[in-house]
């Protein structure tokens, strides 16, 4: 294709974004081609004028300010790209009892293969929330508006197509920059590719966004900014054909966001990926590389368009930048933080508020707002291909093994998760060895057994809460990769059991062994003790799963998990015994829910059964059996062996991880359909917008949408 020029805009080279000749292109301008390869055009029609023709100078009107979209390439050529379009999108938040106060207002564009979006603006203008509702990923206090088609149709974002990274880099602090992509590959890629191919991807990922000399570092020392590029490294493994990046530069110097983005733009134009980036304030060389640009104030577009047109934008109307990097001016401009006075050309100042209003109201009457409508009218018409919808392509078993051996070397590697805890128990238990040293079998040593036995079921499992902050620190690495499509929640919950099994068996069998050896000298009945030992802690981090589950705050779990175990504790028959508990509440269920109960008798069937102790109580035999003290004293059920309650307790374990399976999945089901009840279809959509301009942006404005029930779940 040849290069189109414009008239007092300057001469723009008009480069085509497809991946192969053989594909047709959406021609856009952008000053940064020329830092990267660019792909000759083919000949495949044109949407709009079938000629190049070179348009007049704005001469301070806004008619036909895009060239480019009068050239777009046929949608139907780009088979294997990602054509994502929205239109009149709308997005409020609940705000009390005054109504809904609108974060986005009426916004509309569109995204192309081989092209690479910026969405900019001032801090709070909408630009995480605008790309948080293309991707899906709203919360489910939000009520959505408006059109969002995948290639002209409505339909979900697969895993494989689509990857979004967070502004927050939630990463697994103990592994090597290398494990953690290594790790990534072997999760994400099929089983088809080999471990050498998969690894090969890793480093070669690695090194395409620099980090070749941190290998070998762990990731928790590393700098804000190589901790960003792990994060983008993990999400382009599977080379996605859509990618949203929120933030991609925070944390990096100007010479790193550079070569980040050089690189990120570069895949994109050879591969003919779609990507959409939210970004606060690039340097001059970054902003030339992005192909369009939409940039928002307040929730409103103020501009939306190729990032070489938006200076004469601003410019026809009175707000030439001077010699300043062009996006300081954008957002110094729209920026009704510290509402300054901005230089209007030689007409004087206006306030950035009436700069705004003047910007978005050109906007909406411009020529440039009806070449978007009709760029995005023929992308609907030339229909693409349905997404596939294949999930994660490792199989379920490889994504358990490769989840339980990461978890494995981050919990080896994390002091906190269970080392310390095992120092901690193995001193506790050298107290209670040396408190009951040597018990012996006399009348007093029946309540001594009876209290040292009590605390390593009550108190030494409590402390299981201990590795509770860790846990949600794990919940957070899983919630993004969950929400990317890495592996499922079953897949999660057995790594994660079996990870943590030999961690658990050590901290059951040396501190036990040091408190049970210096109890009574008697290791006979101590496989049995370190086996419940183990149970209870297992189902302590069960319930704290749970727990995390529901509150994932670590402070709140911590108070709600301590709250759980102590009523638990009240109920399991020793504070106060079986017989005299309270029937409603106490003995019915609570006895019975309560693990405390089961894991109190199996320690005293396995302790007092088969031992004989003196009697002093008057009046009666000289010695009184085990079974006796067990039926009178504890009032242990004598039904059953002490195996029952052992089996019982692993039960528990076993239903509290599909509980917290299980909740999981609720939860994903009931946001989904509450971002499903809170996306209006596209003809509400003037109603509320009606209503919503009613008002100022600033105040709460009233619900006008609780007529819509029958909705449709665009993304």
Wanted: proline share 3%.
């Amino acid at each position: 294709m040849e290069p189109v020029t414009s008239a007092g805009v300057g001469d723009l080279e008009m480069q085509s974004t497809g991946s192969e000749e053989a594909d047709g292109s959406w021609s856009s301008t952008s000053t940064g081609s020329s830092r990267l390869d660019s792909h000759e055009a083919s000949s495949s029609p044109r949407i709009g004028s079938e000629e190049e023709v070179a348009k007049p100078s704005l001469g301070g009107t806004e008619e036909e300010i895009y060239v480019a979209y009068n050239r777009v390439g046929c949608v139907t050529s780009k088979r294997e790209g990602v054509f994502l379009t929205w239109k009149d999108v709308w997005v409020t938040v609940a705000d009390g009892k005054r109504g809904r106060l609108p974060i986005l207002q009426g916004l509309t564009g569109f995204a192309q293969p081989g092209e690479v979006l910026a969405i900019m603006g001032p801090s709070g203008c909408g630009k995480s929330t605008l790309l948080d509702s293309l991707a899906g990923r709203l919360n489910s206090n939000t009520k959505q508006t408006g059109e969002i088609l995948v290639n002209g149709i409505k339909q979900t974002l697969a895993f494989g197509t689509s990857a979004y990274v967070t502004q927050d880099d939630t990463l697994m602090t103990t592994l090597t920059v290398r494990e953690a992509v290594y790790y990534s590959a072997q999760l994400q890629l099929p089983d088809s590719m080999s471990r050498p191919e998969k690894k090969q991807r890793a480093e070669m990922t690695i090194r395409q966004m620099g980090l070749q000399d941190s290998l070998d570092t762990r990731i928790g020392g590393l700098s804000g900014g190589q901790k960003r590029r792990v994060s983008i490294c993990i999400e382009i493994l599977t080379r996605p054909k859509l990618l949203f990046l929120d933030e991609p530069t925070s944390g990096l110097d100007s010479a790193a966001s550079f070569h980040v983005m050089s690189r990120i733009t570069k895949l994109a134009r050879q591969d003919g990926r779609t990507v959409i980036a939210s970004i606060h304030q690039p340097s001059s060389e970054v902003f030339e590389l992005f192909t369009n640009l939409c940039l928002l104030s307040n929730g409103l577009t103020v501009y939306f368009g190729p990032v070489s047109m938006a200076e004469e934008f601003f410019a026809s109307k009175g707000f030439r930048p001077s010699l300043r990097n062009p996006s300081d001016h954008y957002l110094r401009t729209i920026n009704k933080d510290f509402d300054t006075d901005i230089e209007k050309g030689s007409d004087g100042t206006e306030s950035t508020e009436e700069v705004i209003n003047i910007l978005v109201k050109s906007y909406k009457s411009s020529g440039t707002f009806q070449q978007v409508q009709q760029v995005l009218s023929k992308i609907c018409q030339q229909k693409g291909g349905t997404l596939e919808k294949k999930g994660s392509q490792a199989s379920f078993i490889t994504q358990c093994l490769v989840l339980t051996r990461r978890s494995f070397v981050n919990m080896y590697r994390d002091l906190g998760y269970y080392w310390l805890r095992l120092a901690i128990y193995t001193a506790l238990c050298l107290c209670v060895g040396t408190l009951f040293y040597d018990v012996g079998f006399n009348f007093g040593s029946i309540q001594a057994r009876g209290l040292m036995l009590m605390f390593v079921a009550a108190f030494l499992t409590f402390m299981a809460i201990g590795g509770f902050p860790s846990f949600v620190e794990d919940m957070k690495i899983f919630g993004r990769e969950r929400l990317n499509g890495h592996y499922g929640v079953g897949a999660y919950v057995i790594g994660n059991t079996f990870s943590s099994i030999p961690y658990l068996l050590i901290i059951s069998l040396v501190p036990g062994a040091i408190a049970y050896y210096l109890v009574q000298k008697n290791f006979q009945h101590f496989p049995y003790f370190a086996l419940l030992l183990f149970a209870c802690m297992m189902l302590v981090e069960s319930l704290m799963m749970i727990v995390a589950s529901v509150v994932p705050d670590f402070l709140m779990g911590i108070i709600t998990g301590a709250g759980i175990q102590g009523v638990m504790m009240l109920g399991g028959g020793f504070f106060r015994l079986p017989n005299d508990l309270p029937k409603p509440f106490w003995r019915y269920p609570m006895f019975y829910i309560s693990f405390h109960k089961y894991a109190n008798q199996g320690f005293f069937k396995n302790e007092f059964e088969g031992l004989t102790f003196t009697n002093n109580q008057a009046g009666g035999s000289a010695t009184i059996s085990g079974d006796d003290i067990l039926r009178n004293t504890w009032h242990v059920e004598m039904g059953y062996s002490k195996w029952i309650d052992l089996v019982i307790l692993l039960g528990m374990v076993v239903l509290y991880r599909l509980m917290f399976w299980g909740i999981i999945k609720t939860v994903e089901k009931v946001k989904m359909v509450i971002k499903a009840l809170g996306v209006v279809p596209p003809k509400h959509s003037k109603q509320i917008m009606e209503n919503t301009l009613s008002e100022s942006s600033h105040e709460a404005i009233k619900d006008v949408v609780s007529e819509s029930l029958d909705v449709e779940y665009f993304l």
